[in-house]
């Protein structure tokens, strides 16, 4: 199959119409390229924030409100366009109400109307501290026509226990939608994704949002690339990395991967670290403190 990960700008839409125009190019775009899996960002969909007004875009919470207002809308588009295109797409995540806050969602759309969604496990600083954003729910794995996917929205990437939980239910892909304001930001994610790609034998996906946009503040800053990577190992490139863009430059980046490969490297490959995992706890239930002398003779 061929996968897109997008690297996407948050731009400042004046209408609904805009966004759908935008969002259809974008998808027509990569369907062209004979993409079968579009994966865009981490809360990609904040520019429909501005829909509601500057102020509205402009105040944390006006932000929510007006983005988690307008997912149903978003949803339906994208489930229209994975039909017309006989694509699967996740889409951009955003803000939804839960109970008295809201998650931050992403959306999985499939060619036959199939929809399913996952939410944000573990926040950040800014979403716990700042903006009230709260955890949602239970890991999701998707069993789809492409193979089984897992989706870890950008900070979740960062702790390898929640991918091992994918892997060991099956996941072959992980998708990583991201949004992050600082290089260090875009660095974390990425070494986490490489990591987990590594750790888990399976292929993962970075898309970021990217540009500037200080008339929203939740999303004023987005610095990132998008990539594709995989185990370093048999059949595979020795970096990983399958595909990626440069830094900061909007558009999509394309890669070719083949389920079978996957298959093949967790059985016959030159390391084992799907299967060696368990192996850890033999050495990491104790820990035991050695006195450290200098040395004399």
Request: proline fraction near 6%.
């Amino acid at each position: 199959m061929k996968i897109a990960a997008a690297a996407y700008p948050i731009d400042r839409l004046d209408s609904w119409a805009g966004y759908e125009a935008k969002l259809t190019a974008w998808v027509a775009e990569a369907a062209g390229a004979g993409a079968d899996l579009l994966v865009f960002p981490e809360y990609g969909a904040m520019e429909l924030a501005m829909l509601d007004g500057a102020a509205a875009a402009a105040d944390l919470e006006a932000s929510l409100v007006a983005v988690s207002a307008r997912c149903e809308q978003a949803s339906a588009l994208h489930a229209r366009l994975a039909r017309e295109h006989g694509v699967h797409i996740l889409g951009a995540s955003a803000p939804v109400w839960q109970g008295t806050r809201p998650v931050n969602r992403a959306r999985l759309f499939g060619p036959r109307g199939e929809a399913g969604h996952q939410d944000k496990q573990i926040m950040t600083r800014f979403e716990r501290e700042d903006w009230n954003v709260h955890p949602g729910g239970p890991l999701a794995l998707f069993d789809t026509a492409l193979g089984r996917i897992g989706v870890l929205i950008c900070y979740d990437c960062e702790f390898p226990l929640l991918a091992r939980a994918l892997v060991e239910a099956g996941a072959e892909i992980l998708l990583v939608p991201s949004c992050t304001d600082t290089l260090a930001g875009y660095w974390r994610v990425r070494i986490g994704a490489m990591a987990r790609a590594l750790e888990g034998q399976c292929v993962v996906v970075q898309s970021p949002t990217l540009g500037e946009a200080p008339w929203c503040p939740a999303v004023d800053v987005n610095i990132g690339a998008a990539a594709i990577y995989g185990p370093p190992d048999t059949g595979f490139p020795p970096s990983g990395i399958l595909a990626e863009g440069a830094l900061n430059a909007p558009g999509w980046v394309h890669a070719e991967i083949d389920r079978a490969e996957i298959a093949r490297v967790r059985t016959a490959g030159q390391v084992l670290n799907r299967a060696h995992w368990p192996e850890q706890s033999l050495f990491s239930d104790t820990v035991v403190r050695v006195p450290f002398h200098a040395f004399t003779t």
